[in-house]
């Protein structure tokens, strides 16, 4: 982050908020992009330690984490020859006063589970950027419309 844009957010409305990152497979955000894999009848974990996380929903501290695993996902696709889709990433800033809790989860330092309603999850969605660094199509890096 530069100094400008370091400044912007001091200024924002959004101080002392959490800023998380969620990979989504279109440029605007929906409901069901914010689903817990539990709404999204994902089958329970088999590991009793998993349940947990399977109500949650995963996000990334950063958006270099958030990118970081959009790239390793992009080069397993082609290491298999499979068709690669774009991905992006959802914004999500997560206010003090928020209903949504959140930890640390996982092997990577950077990667969270945000418990909460769904909609309460998507309400908090601030902008949609391609995953790739450079990607996006035509938009190139600029900021896409997080639309319901």
Not at 101 to 121: A, C, I, K, P
């Amino acid at each position: 982050m530069n100094d400008e844009e370091r400044e912007s957010q001091d200024h924002d409305d959004t101080a002392g908020a959490q800023r998380f990152y969620r990979i989504i497979p279109a440029p605007t955000s929906r409901l069901e992009d914010f689903q817990s894999d539990q709404e999204a009848g994902k089958p329970l974990p088999r590991n009793p330690e998993y349940v947990r996380y399977w109500r949650g929903r995963s996000v990334y501290s950063t958006m270099e984490a958030a990118r970081g695993n959009v790239a390793a996902r992009k080069a397993r696709a082609a290491s298999r020859g499979e068709a690669w889709r774009e991905q992006y990433i959802a914004e999500v800033t997560i206010r003090p006063e928020s209903p949504i809790n959140y930890e640390q989860s996982g092997r990577n330092e950077e990667h969270f589970t945000l418990w909460g309603d769904t909609r309460d999850v998507f309400d908090c969605v601030t902008k949609v950027l391609p995953g790739s660094v450079g990607g996006g199509g035509a938009n190139n890096g600029n900021v896409l419309p997080a639309l319901e």
